[in-house]
């Protein structure tokens, strides 16, 4: 079956980091970008970045330069998004989300269920 | 403020045939391909078209979309109540090197 299963809720002091993974199954992890897309409570989708899960090259969207990191763990055919230095905005849910087959297309046929990160002092 | 603009709601009744329109740039919708989402409360957006007009397997035709310049539409004929949820434009942005969402809009069916 191919699907994506992220990691569980968390819940976060302000200042922290957070890691969240997407397991990827039923489809040749390699062969499709990955990206990370979050929805804060009652808000619109806003794009993080991407990543090639086979090489690991990725870009991110300007907003989260210097406070998003993503990699990739073929072994697993898993993804991971950290965000660090967390704020009370962050409070989001954080999904991942497969682009077309080889080169990107940024369009998101299948998606994980989302991770809901809390931030909570 | 979102670069790709979308009228935050939309309605209809039974039956009515409703466009959603997505407004952007050059630097986005006017040179790159539009996508289109679905999305039920509590739920992951569910890809409704790519390129534009591509429907992926699965969704209705009663669903078409389209694009003419730096703006795209979504149109939704013969409307039924299940159709009611919030519907988001993507597309990709030259300049800012980055997926850009619409607002999101949302579909009441009354």
């Known amino acids: 079956q191919v699907q994506l299963v992220q990691s569980g809720a968390e819940v976060r002091k302000p200042g922290a980091s957070v890691k969240v993974s997407c397991k990827a199954s039923?489809?040749?992890?390699?062969?499709?970008?990955m990206h990370w897309v979050r929805q804060a409570p009652g808000q619109g989708l806003e794009w993080m970045g991407m990543?090639?899960?086979?090489?690991?090259?990725?870009r991110y969207a300007e907003k989260f330069q210097g406070r998003v990191t993503m990699t990739t763990d073929t072994s697993t055919s898993t993804i991971y998004m950290e965000l660090s230095s967390l704020r009370s905005e962050d409070r989001a849910v954080y999904y991942c989300?497969?682009?077309?087959?080889?080169?990107?297309?940024?369009?998101?046929?299948?998606w994980g269920q989302g991770t809901l990160v809390i931030i909570s002092s | 403020q979102s670069v790709v603009t979308q009228p935050p709601s939309a309605s209809g009744t039974p039956g009515q045939r409703v466009t959603i329109s997505c407004s952007g740039r050059?630097?986005?919708?006017?040179?790159?391909?539009v996508n289109w989402y679905q999305q039920f409360p509590g739920t992951a957006p569910k890809l409704l078209f790519y390129?534009?007009?591509q429907r992926p397997s699965g969704v209705p035709d009663r669903f078409s979309g389209s694009k003419s310049g730096t703006s795209a539409s979504l149109a939704i004929s013969g409307l039924q109540s299940e159709d009611e949820a919030d519907y988001y434009c993507?597309?990709?942005?030259?300049?800012?090197?980055?997926?850009?969402f619409g607002g999101g809009t949302t579909l009441t069916v009354l």
């Open positions: 390129n534009n007009d």
């Open positions: 993507s597309a990709w942005d030259d300049s800012l090197n980055a997926v850009v």
């Open positions: 990543i090639n899960p086979s090489g690991g090259s990725t």
């Open positions: 050059s630097s986005n919708i006017g040179n790159n391909p």
């Open positions: 039923g489809y040749t992890f390699s062969s499709h970008y």
């Open positions: 989300a497969r682009d077309r087959y080889g080169s990107s297309g940024y369009y998101f046929r299948l």
